[in-house]
């Protein structure tokens, strides 16, 4: 039996704003350990005999940081799969049961989004073996979470007749997130179970179930992965075709409709940490409740989540608060009140302000930059080139640029020449000349860049030659 891993890297999580960004969003952030919440997800797959290597389905702009986090964890994906736009879960999904049962016709496929947290990972393999059990014998089956309390910020799944199989259940209905007055008899009756997100099944039963429930997706989707194409190391599905799918998630599209539908109880230590409050909640807490990380000083503080990114944070005489620093934004929030963080978000959005989409240092294939300083006419950054990274040979209309050589060795081309700078060393590149800088070195290079003209847009950009193969 093999059981091949479908990893869920979409979402950007705007309840975990200042954080969580479109650009970076929460499973590619370390929250609950030093590692991502993608490289945790990943690495509680590694000691499970019967699991494959994760196929990654994520979003074209996070596809560079997928890769490098993988690689960081010594982790070679089945494929990493670009989806061209959002379409929910089940195209995602259908996407990754073409691609796999391609492979392998009876490929037995484990969903799981990228950002969940599950601390009892024996328990959880033990459910897998469950699961797959069920989806052998043609089951869609759905982890049910045993509820620790009358939560109101997650869907439920009521169990039906218990099956032949022991600890396996049929799927009486799946409920919407409930008022707390339901919930807490929901807890009380012992046959509901949080809905994990979670699923395992065969990828022939998956899409025979699409193509009857909803048609035009499974069809959309085909032609997607027909037409797909590869870009490095990775599988670009077809934009138009599935520009043209519907969006819908795989309750609604497949679990709430199938009659196959199966449900496995499973006590992992989960949570989906969809808020401040539910990091909170999975961390470890000091004597009076408080979670922090950081340069941060707390006086008379109980029950708060603090979180320092660039500065030190003091915080005095409060509780139940969540305070988030960020180098270019603050949130502070009663525990109570964090699900209208996403209203923050709204706003910004309507404003037409950045603040929700990247963080000052924006992470690119070759490493980063990060913005220092900005005024008119003129705009300075940190930029690091990882070993062996190359920017696009490119130029510029509206700005010229100086770079600074903090540490490391640069290999500068400007128009025909090539020269190679050390520490203390710099370079100048005019308007309109084209230009490259690379790091053939084996540490990483620091540069300072100074830019200088009328338009300093990101946009500015036109691209001559660019091993990435970004347009």
């Given at each position: 039996?093999?059981?091949?891993?479908?990893?869920?890297?979409?979402?950007?999580?705007?309840?975990?704003?200042?954080?969580?960004?479109?650009?970076?969003?929460?499973?590619?952030?370390?929250?609950v350990?030093?590692r991502t919440?993608?490289q945790?997800?990943?690495?509680?797959?590694?000691?499970?005999?019967?699991?494959?290597?994760?196929?990654?389905?994520?979003?074209?702009?996070?596809?560079?940081?997928?890769?490098?986090?993988?690689?960081?964890?010594?982790?070679?994906?089945?494929?990493?799969?670009?989806?061209?736009?959002a379409?929910?879960?089940?195209?995602?999904?259908?996407?990754?049961?073409?691609?796999?049962?391609a492979?392998?016709?009876?490929?037995?496929?484990?969903?799981?989004?990228?950002?969940?947290?599950?601390?009892?990972?024996?328990?959880?393999?033990?459910?897998?073996?469950?699961?797959?059990?069920?989806?052998?014998?043609?089951a869609?089956?759905?982890?049910?979470?045993?509820?620790?309390?009358?939560?109101?910020?997650?869907?439920?799944?009521?169990?039906?007749?218990?099956?032949?199989?022991?600890?396996?259940?049929?799927v009486?209905?799946?409920?919407?997130?409930?008022?707390?007055?339901?919930?807490?008899?929901?807890?009380?009756?012992?046959?509901?179970?949080?809905?994990?997100?979670?699923?395992?099944f065969?990828?022939?039963?998956?899409?025979?179930?699409?193509?009857?429930?909803?048609?035009?997706?499974?069809?959309?989707?085909?032609?997607?992965?027909?037409?797909?194409?590869?870009?490095?190391?990775?599988?670009?599905?077809?934009?138009?075709?599935?520009?043209?799918?519907?969006?819908?998630?795989?309750?609604?599209?497949?679990?709430?409709?199938?009659?196959?539908?199966?449900?496995?109880?499973?006590?992992?230590?989960?949570?989906?940490?969809?808020?401040?409050?539910?990091?909170?909640?999975?961390?470890?807490?000091?004597?009076?409740?408080?979670?922090?990380?950081?340069?941060?000083?707390?006086?008379?503080?109980?029950?708060?989540?603090?979180?320092?990114?660039?500065?030190?944070?003091?915080?005095?005489?409060?509780?139940?608060?969540?305070?988030?620093?960020?180098?270019?934004?603050?949130?502070?929030?009663?525990?109570?009140?964090?699900?209208?963080?996403?209203?923050?978000?709204?706003?910004?959005?309507?404003?037409q302000?950045?603040?929700?989409?990247?963080?000052?240092?924006?992470?690119?294939?070759?490493?980063?930059?990060?913005?220092?300083d900005?005024?008119?006419r003129?705009?300075?950054?940190?930029?690091?080139?990882?070993?062996?990274?190359k920017?696009?040979?490119?130029?510029?209309?509206?700005?010229?640029?100086?770079?600074?050589?903090?540490?490391?060795?640069?290999?500068?081309?400007?128009?025909?020449?090539?020269?190679?700078?050390?520490?203390?060393?710099?370079?100048?590149?005019?308007?309109?000349?084209?230009?490259?800088?690379?790091?053939?070195?084996?540490?990483p290079?620091?540069?300072?860049?100074?830019?200088?003209?009328?338009?300093?847009?990101?946009?500015?950009?036109?691209?001559?030659?660019?091993?990435?193969?970004?347009?």
């Open positions: 039996m093999k059981i091949y891993p479908v990893i869920l890297s979409g979402g950007a999580g705007t309840r975990l704003w200042p954080l969580s960004r479109a650009a970076l969003p929460k499973q590619l952030l370390p929250l350990s030093d919440m993608l945790e997800t990943a690495l509680r797959l590694r000691d499970h005999a019967a699991l494959e290597a994760p196929l990654i389905v994520c979003g074209n702009e996070h596809r560079f940081l997928v890769a490098e986090q993988l690689r960081e964890i010594n982790l070679a994906p089945q494929g990493i799969m670009l989806e061209p736009l379409r929910n879960t089940a195209p995602a999904v259908a996407a990754a049961a073409l691609y796999l049962q492979l392998d016709p009876e490929a037995l496929m484990l969903v799981l989004p990228a950002d969940h947290v599950i601390t009892d990972v024996p328990a959880f393999h033990a459910a897998i073996d469950q699961a797959a059990q069920a989806a052998q014998n043609g869609l089956a759905t982890f049910g979470i045993v509820p620790t309390a009358p939560e109101t910020g997650y869907g439920y799944i009521h169990a039906g007749q218990a099956l032949a199989q022991a600890g396996t259940f049929a009486d209905r799946f409920v919407e997130k409930p008022d707390r007055a339901t919930a807490q008899e929901f807890l009380a009756a012992g046959t509901y179970y949080w809905n994990s997100g979670m699923f395992l065969r990828a022939a039963t998956y899409l025979a179930e699409l193509e009857a429930f909803q048609p035009a997706m499974a069809s959309a989707t085909a032609a997607a992965v027909a037409q797909s194409y590869r870009d490095l190391d990775f599988c670009r599905l077809d934009e138009a075709a599935f520009a043209a799918c519907p969006a819908d998630s795989i309750d609604y599209a497949v679990m709430e409709r199938t009659r196959h539908a199966v449900v496995v109880p499973a006590s992992i230590g989960w949570s989906d940490v969809g808020s401040w409050s539910a990091l909170w909640e999975v961390q470890p807490a000091d004597a009076q409740g408080n979670v922090s990380r950081g340069d941060v000083y707390l006086d008379d503080v109980s029950g708060s989540l603090v979180r320092a990114e660039s500065r030190i944070v003091a915080v005095v005489g409060v509780k139940d608060l969540v305070v988030v620093e960020t180098a270019d934004a603050v949130l502070v929030a009663h525990k109570d009140q964090v699900q209208r963080v996403k209203n923050i978000v709204e706003h910004l959005k309507t404003q302000r950045t603040e929700h989409l990247h963080h000052t240092r924006v992470y690119r294939p070759w490493g980063c930059y990060e913005g220092i900005l005024g008119e003129f705009q300075v950054k940190r930029i690091t080139v990882n070993p062996g990274g920017l696009s040979l490119q130029m510029h209309h509206h700005r010229a640029e100086h770079w600074i050589v903090v540490s490391g060795t640069a290999r500068v081309t400007c128009g025909d020449q090539v020269t190679l700078l050390t520490e203390n060393e710099s370079t100048y590149i005019p308007i309109g000349m084209n230009h490259r800088l690379e790091n053939p070195g084996k540490l290079l620091h540069l300072i860049e100074v830019q200088s003209g009328s338009y300093l847009g990101e946009d500015d950009i036109v691209r001559f030659e660019d091993v990435y193969q970004r347009s």
